[in-house]
């Protein structure tokens, strides 16, 4: 390698780096924000549940279920949103694997930037 190639590299990367580090906050927001909201409708799901609102499931009705079982309905109910959660906490986690996967990168180049100068 030479040096100017390592150099581009390293530039590379380091403004990869510095846009993923951007998006850090955006990531976070939206997590917390997926979590909130999952949270908030699971109550919302169980008080509905508790009151005898009607719900329904694949076609199935559910009115009045037995209290020990509201949780799993209210979480059956409450799917799509625990899937826009985990989306969520998935490409948080993917974006900071990815800063990690950079930064080595970035070492690496770095060693090899000073054996050649």
Same mark, same amino acid.
């Given at each position: 390698?030479?040096?100017?190639? =390592?150099?581009?590299?390293?530039?590379?990367?380091?403004?990869? !780096?510095?846009? !993923?580090?951007?998006?850090?906050?955006?990531?976070?927001?939206?997590?917390?924000?997926?979590?909130?909201? /999952?949270?908030?409708?699971?109550?919302?799901?169980?008080?509905?549940?508790?009151?005898? =609102?009607?719900?329904?499931?694949?076609?199935?009705?559910?009115?009045?279920?037995?209290?020990?079982?509201?949780?799993?309905?209210?979480?059956?109910?409450? /799917?799509?949103?625990?899937?826009?959660?985990?989306?969520?906490?998935?490409? /948080?986690?993917?974006?900071?694997?990815?800063?990690?996967? =950079?930064?080595?990168?970035?070492?690496?180049?770095?060693?090899?930037?000073?054996?050649?100068?």
């Amino acid at each position: 390698m030479e040096v100017l190639e =390592v150099a581009e590299k390293m530039e590379h990367l380091i403004t990869s !780096m510095s846009r !993923m580090r951007a998006e850090i906050k955006n990531r976070a927001k939206a997590r917390a924000e997926t979590i909130s909201n /999952y949270e908030r409708q699971i109550s919302v799901t169980i008080i509905k549940l508790k009151n005898g =609102v009607r719900f329904e499931v694949d076609g199935e009705e559910i009115q009045n279920p037995p209290v020990t079982i509201i949780e799993k309905i209210a979480k059956g109910i409450c /799917y799509e949103s625990k899937l826009d959660m985990e989306l969520a906490e998935g490409e /948080y986690k993917s974006l900071i694997t990815n800063i990690e996967t =950079v930064k080595a990168e970035l070492n690496g180049l770095q060693s090899i930037n000073r054996h050649l100068e």
